[in-house]
Nanobody
Framework: QVEVVESGGGLVQAGGSLRLSCAASGRPFSSLGMGWFRQAPGKERTFVASISWINYTQYIDSVKGRFTISRGDTKNTIYLQMNSLKPDDTAVYYC?????????????????WGQGTQVTVST
């Protein structure tokens, strides 16, 4: 079983930056594919970014050039660096892991989920 824990959310003004972290335990982290999803108030949870076990990445169009997903040196942590934040980025951000090491944008492909961390961007 894999446990996934997010951290790093908070309140930031528009144009500011935040870095989210996701730590996984329970199996070799580098063999997992990982993804970030978000759920804004009153909306469904949607894909943000993902990274495969060989570090292939993909992003939703609205965050390209502003967000960067990466793995830490110890391989048991991934990050989501969020720059030039906008009020529309306000959401609960979830980290997820997939056993097959892929980088899917589909929620149903992921096997393990964290509890989420709140990101609020003020005007």
């Amino acid at each position: 079983q894999v446990e996934v824990v997010e951290s790093g959310g908070g309140l930031v003004q528009a144009g500011g930056s935040l870095r989210l972290s996701c730590a996984a335990s329970g199996r070799p982290f580098s063999s997992l594919g990982m993804g970030w999803f978000r759920q804004a108030p009153g909306k469904e949870r949607t894909f943000v970014a993902s990274i495969s076990w060989i570090n292939y990445t993909q992003y939703i169009d609205s965050v390209k050039g502003r967000f960067t997903i990466s793995r830490g040196d110890t391989k048991n942590t991934i990050y989501l660096q969020m720059n030039s934040l906008k009020p529309d980025d306000t959401a609960v951000y979830y980290c997820a892991a997939v056993d097959n090491g892929g980088d899917s944008s589909r929620q149903t492909d992921y096997d393990y989920w964290g509890q989420g961390t709140q990101v609020t961007v003020s005007t």
